[in-house]
């Protein structure tokens, strides 16, 4: 079996649960490939006490038929069939009795939305268990999971029913940073330099599933062409695949995304409502909340603006990648990203995408400037008056009056400042201390792939970040 990368904090937080001296009830969720059954296995699959997962697109016959049969796995052979859920979670409690009494027991209902199917009655029937049954007992870990973020928020953890407040835990488990990337391919033997690291984090993000058909053999642009761009490419249906299986209804939450991949800055409500043709009322108000709470959305505040002014951005790298090449590529011939990777169109897309890695990895950000024990808001900001499309795309305002304005830039070596472009630093921070009119200190920060080249244009950057700082724990 693979072994796990990262996951820390997740794994310190499951010890403890499954520790503890009384029963747990624990909600893991994450998008789609992100490792939420890999990590819940690979700690306690040998102690399963019982396991069952949903069937993607299975009626409610065909789930309790398979919780049926997992049920019999785990030992409860002399229990009738059950043909609705309550009977199919009495099943288990009988079950449970039947186990050794003196070591903890862990459930994991795997991929809970689809056990959950329209009108079955699971919810209820989950409620009864854990109230019923369980609660008073001190030897249960209950994990559920599922990769519908939006459902189990909804169903779970906003449970207003019986399972209000009975979770005693909830773990979104986010894609990969870019160190455990590295811990990756580092365990897998395929020996990547950090500057293609970042790059593959740019086209797949952090998602350990889209890593997993990295080959040693072949060179980064070999494993894009073979991964994505290939006739029989395992990558090839994931766009789709990838929203269709979070989200019921999954056309306005793709109308969302192709709206703000269309435009690098971040959009208003009533920007996206209009681009998508999506009517702004509650039907854009779910969809933005489910992309959020999937990790595809940031929602944030232009710098100085009040909550009605919040703007959204897209930040999950591969959608964005998919969005920028998938027509390219059918008008070109194969090995198109080994080609394309050398063009200078590929730096337009590889300028946004570096952006995205960044305001991914603002932990990082913070400890490698030195400022993680200070409070920080990040925020974006746009010219409305003095300087119109001049615009900075993270702005860090910290608590010790100081604001870094950050400028990412992607570069193949060094990054070398020429006049034209410190006069552009120059102005753009002008016009924010005029327009803002903040009486903090503003320093110009740079966060580049290899550093700054030292002339005389450079000392208009008082910090700098190269990727290295990004690769932090």
Not at 41 to 66: C, M, P, R, V
Not at 99 to 116: A, G, H, R
Not at 298 to 322: C, M, N, T, V, W
């Amino acid at each position: 079996m693979q072994t796990l990368i990262g996951r820390t904090n997740e794994i310190k937080r499951l010890k403890k649960h499954h520790a503890s001296k009384k029963s747990e009830f624990i909600a893991i969720y994450g998008r789609r490939r992100v490792g939420k059954t890999f990590l819940i296995k690979s700690l306690f699959g040998s102690d399963f006490a019982f396991y069952a997962s949903g069937i993607q697109d299975g009626d409610i016959t065909k789930q309790i038929e398979n919780f049926n049969k997992e049920i019999t796995n785990f030992g409860g052979t002399a229990l009738n069939p059950a043909t609705n859920w309550p009977e199919a979670f009495e099943n288990l409690n009988k079950l449970i009795i039947s186990l050794p009494q003196n070591t903890k027991k862990i459930l994991f209902l795997d991929e809970i939305p689809w056990l959950s199917t329209p009108n079955s009655g699971f919810i209820s029937a989950l409620d009864h268990f854990w109230n019923r049954w369980v609660s008073s007992r001190d030897d249960i870990l209950l994990i559920v999971c599922g990769s519908a973020t939006s459902w189990i928020i909804d169903n779970i953890v906003n449970n207003t029913g019986g399972l209000h407040n009975r979770l005693t835990d909830q773990i979104l488990l986010n894609p990969f940073t870019l160190i455990e990337c590295e811990e990756y391919f580092r365990e897998n033997k395929i020996p990547l330099p950090r500057y293609q690291i970042l790059e593959s984090y740019m086209i797949f993000g952090g998602i350990p599933y889209y890593l997993d058909f990295f080959e040693a053999d072949r060179s980064l642009a070999q494993n894009v062409d073979r991964i994505y761009f290939s006739a029989d490419a395992p990558l090839k249906n994931e766009y789709t695949n990838l929203f269709r299986s979070l989200f019921n209804n999954a056309e306005s939450h793709i109308k969302v995304i192709e709206a703000l991949a269309s435009k690098r800055k971040g959009l208003s409500r009533e920007e996206i409502s209009s681009i998508s043709r999506i009517n702004g009322g509650g039907t854009l108000t779910k969809t933005l909340n489910d992309l959020i709470a999937c990790g595809f959305l940031k929602e944030y505040l232009a710098f100085g603006k009040q909550k009605r002014d919040r703007l959204f951005q897209l930040i999950d790298p591969f959608s964005l990648f998919h969005l920028t090449f998938s027509e390219k590529q059918k008008k070109l011939s194969e090995n198109f990203w080994l080609h394309y990777s050398t063009t200078p169109a590929h730096s337009a897309w590889s300028g946004y995408a570096f952006e995205l890695v960044c305001l991914l990895h603002l932990p990082q950000i913070k400890y490698s400037l030195g400022i993680s024990g200070i409070l920080t808001e990040a925020s974006s900001w746009r010219s409305r008056n003095i300087s119109p499309g001049a615009q900075i795309d993270l702005v860090l305002d910290r608590s010790d009056n100081i604001i870094n304005l950050c400028e990412m830039k992607f570069a193949t070596t060094e990054y070398r400042l020429d006049k034209s472009y410190s006069a552009k630093l120059r102005n753009k921070k002008t016009a924010f201390l005029t327009e803002t009119e903040t009486r903090k200190a503003a320093h110009t920060t740079l966060i580049t792939t290899y550093g700054l080249i030292q002339n005389e244009y450079s000392m208009e950057i008082l910090f700098q970040l190269t990727m290295n700082d990004l690769f932090v724990n």
